[in-house]
């Protein structure tokens, strides 16, 4: 009788737990999550621009909108190359500039004149938009369309007519097209134009005038599965920059409260995403191939590196967003030469980067599986099954991954991925490797989302575990280990307001070794291993190099002159409340300094640095914000100097930096003499758009 208790007892604790592991239930969804289209969406890793107009042949950035029609004509316009490079390069869309902020039409709109049907292009019978439809389909490529609110052109912009006229050119371009995956709303409105020869400033509020909702709708109804990107969403977020970069936390989330067109949302919290926002926008990243956006010749020696875009490639793709990558035509109607190059060399490391992953076979083993279901368990972010996924129970919100791989082997590169159906979870989480019988730390980052590379130092193991912290149970999609090539990242010098140095790269590959004294560095030169103090004016060389292997990078140099350490730097306009004045002379390039705008006047702004100590001054240097934007860039200027800061002698009057608007790179000025002096004053007379407001990154001056 006891042994049948017994057996009738563990037949019922068997079925319990069989019960237990059959009715675990998946998780429910955690804050906002993405609808059908953002979901397609994300499955696109990487897309291009193509950028392209008459400001390819006015050598513009943006054009005034009084260009003439017969500028365009391109010799040699070919989309069907266009196509077959973005497909070559692994690319896998095209999204084209169909109406720039010019008014300019890629199409012959029924509703202008100011459009291909009046240029020389094929005698005015051509239609760029058709021929890229057909090309695309030919190469297996998804088309999308940038439509600019903004039409520094048209007559009635700043009118209700002129918003009749933006919906019939985006029904056009929405019918007449085929299948459109992404529609683009460009976040620059207002402002001076042409507007059909009134030559005037029209200023809109960004919020009511071009009738978003309507707008939206229009999309939605004629391209119910395109995504929109614009000022405020409502599918997808600018990342903030336009270098391509996106940083860590990315949350693939905002706060409709403040993200909506023309609302008070800053850069900072659309590169960041909100954590606690109350709708899925995730990040589109954009940057372009060169300096600019469109093409311009004097660019043809400063395309990218591959380097550089393997960098984008890990803080784009590689950093919870999609990368959308603009290669400008040049004046033939064809992609440059140069650009294919640089396109190719990453197509190329990304191939062998990750060919192999190596957790294939590997043994896994879960810390937690939600409900001891084979559902959830920890093979499910191993199996390549996007809608399978690893899960642990309610109550376990810390729980970690051990990957066996059987033997040692090499890595320095993990894929992470959350199920993002049940929303962005994710908030830290930590890489180990087994190294000497003991787990060590190689690696650890705050959000996942959709996609996460984490690159690290190439290091042996056969084991490695990964730790999730997450905001509700954690659940995981997909994990792949990889050992990527090196990178032998070009050296970045940088010297800090008080004098200490640093030197890196955007790989965290290589090892470093300089010289203060002009000389060539080399393996036998001086290894860095930590910032150091260089308080002096002088130049320092530095060469990347691999552990293994003759492998370099090209020596870079920098010259500092005297460091600014005892600088201070005051201003007659009050600072933007992000932006303080401190970044001005923080030795960081991609800190800056903004006033706030001063619309109503716009009077001359200045700012007076005071250099604690008496010095021969021969000239000064300004380097303006290194965002990809221009907006409150200094353009007319002035210099003035003084021993007390009470009499001031005029240097240099009614100058102007040349180009800074299209061209944003560091102005170094020298004055006709060496003058002494303790304190200079720059004054910003007037900016780039004539908005009342400058910014600064970095402000120098030269002794030597």
Not at 452 to 479: D, E
Not at 673 to 698: Q, S, Y
Request: hydrophobic residues 35%; negative net charge.
């Amino acid at each position: 009788m006891k042994r049948l208790k017994k057996t009738i007892l563990l037949f019922f604790i068997q079925l319990i737990s069989i019960a237990y592991v059959v009715n675990a239930q998946d998780p429910e969804p955690f804050g906002p999550v993405p609808d059908e289209r953002q979901l397609e969406w994300h499955k696109m890793k990487y897309y291009a621009f193509i950028v392209f107009g008459p400001s390819t042949y006015t050598d513009m950035e943006w054009g005034y909108g009084d260009e003439s029609p017969e500028v365009f004509n391109p010799t040699q316009l070919d989309v069907s190359q266009w196509a077959k490079v973005v497909k070559e390069a692994g690319m896998e869309g095209i999204m084209i500039t169909a109406k720039h902020h010019d008014g300019f039409c890629l199409w012959p709109s029924k509703y202008t004149e100011h459009s291909v049907k009046n240029s020389p292009w094929k005698n005015g019978k051509g239609d760029i938009l058709l021929d890229l439809r057909k090309a695309c389909d030919e190469y297996g490529l998804k088309l999308g369309m940038y439509l600019s609110p903004w039409d520094r052109n048209h007559k009635d912009y700043g009118t209700a007519k002129y918003i009749e006229y933006f919906h019939n050119q985006l029904k056009e371009l929405l019918t007449n097209y085929g299948d459109i995956f992404e529609v683009y709303f460009d976040g620059a409105n207002g402002g001076d134009g042409y507007y059909g020869g009134k030559n005037e400033v029209i200023k809109i509020d960004n919020k009511v005038y071009y009738e978003w909702e309507k707008t939206w709708g229009i999309v939605r109804k004629l391209q119910p599965n395109a995504v929109i990107f614009g000022d405020g969403g409502p599918d997808l977020r600018w990342i903030g920059n336009e270098r391509g970069y996106a940083h860590d936390p990315n949350w693939s989330i905002m706060d409709s409260k403040i993200n909506y067109p023309g609302g008070p949302v800053t850069h900072a919290i659309l590169q960041t995403g909100d954590e606690n926002g109350d709708t899925w926008m995730p990040s589109e990243v954009n940057t372009s191939i060169r300096p600019g956006w469109f093409y311009h010749e004097a660019e043809n020696n400063k395309v990218k590196s591959v380097n550089e875009l393997i960098d984008i490639w890990y803080h784009s793709v590689g950093m919870n967003g999609s990368l959308i990558l603009n290669l400008p035509p040049d004046k033939r109607g064809l992609i440059h030469e140069n650009d294919i190059k640089a396109l190719q060399g990453l197509k190329t490391y990304v191939d062998n980067a990750f060919s192999i992953d190596y957790s294939d076979g590997a043994t896994i083993v879960a810390s937690n599986i939600r409900g001891g279901s084979k559902n959830f368990e920890g093979n499910n972010a191993f199996d390549k099954d996007e809608e399978t996924y690893w899960a642990t129970d309610d109550n376990v919100t810390q729980a970690s991954l051990e990957v066996d791989f059987g033997k040692e082997i090499e890595v320095n590169c993990l894929l992470l991925q959350e199920y993002i159906r049940l929303g962005q979870r994710i908030k830290g989480f930590t890489i180990e490797v087994l190294k000497d019988a003991k787990y060590i730390e190689v690696a650890k980052g705050i959000t996942i989302g959709n996609r996460r590379l984490i690159k690290f130092k190439t290091i042996k193991t056969q084991k490695l575990r990964i730790t999730f912290n997450g905001k509700a149970c954690p659940v995981i999609s997909n994990i792949e280990v990889y050992r990527a090539p090196e990178m032998i990242g070009k050296p970045i010098i940088r010297r800090n307001k008080s004098g200490e140095v640093r030197i890196f790269s955007d790989s965290p590959d290589p090892i470093y070794y300089y010289t203060t004294d002009g000389s060539e560095p080399g393996r036998n030169s001086i290894k860095y291993s930590k910032p150091f103090i260089f308080d002096n004016p002088g130049q320092i060389k530095a060469k990347a190099f691999l552990d293994s292997g003759d492998s370099s990078s090209e020596t870079v140099m920098v010259e500092f002159d005297v460091p600014k350490t005892k600088w201070t730097l005051t201003s007659s306009s009050k600072s933007h409340g992000w932006y303080p004045i401190e970044n001005a002379i923080d030795g960081n390039p991609e800190s800056t300094w903004f006033t706030e705008k001063n619309k109503e006047t716009k009077s001359p702004l200045t700012m007076t640095l005071d250099l604690g100590e008496l010095l021969t001054v021969s000239g000064f240097t300004y380097l303006p914000r290194q965002d990809g934007r221009n907006e409150a860039n200094i353009f007319k200027y002035q210099v003035e100097v003084s021993k007390d800061g009470k009499q001031w002698t005029t240097i240099l009057k009614d100058r102007e930096f040349s180009n800074i608007g299209n061209n944003p790179v560091l102005q170094k000025v020298m004055f006709s003499k060496p003058f002494t002096a303790k304190f200079l004053r720059l004054t910003c007379i007037d900016d780039v758009h004539t908005e009342g407001w400058m910014n600064v990154a970095e402000l120098g001056v030269l002794t030597r």
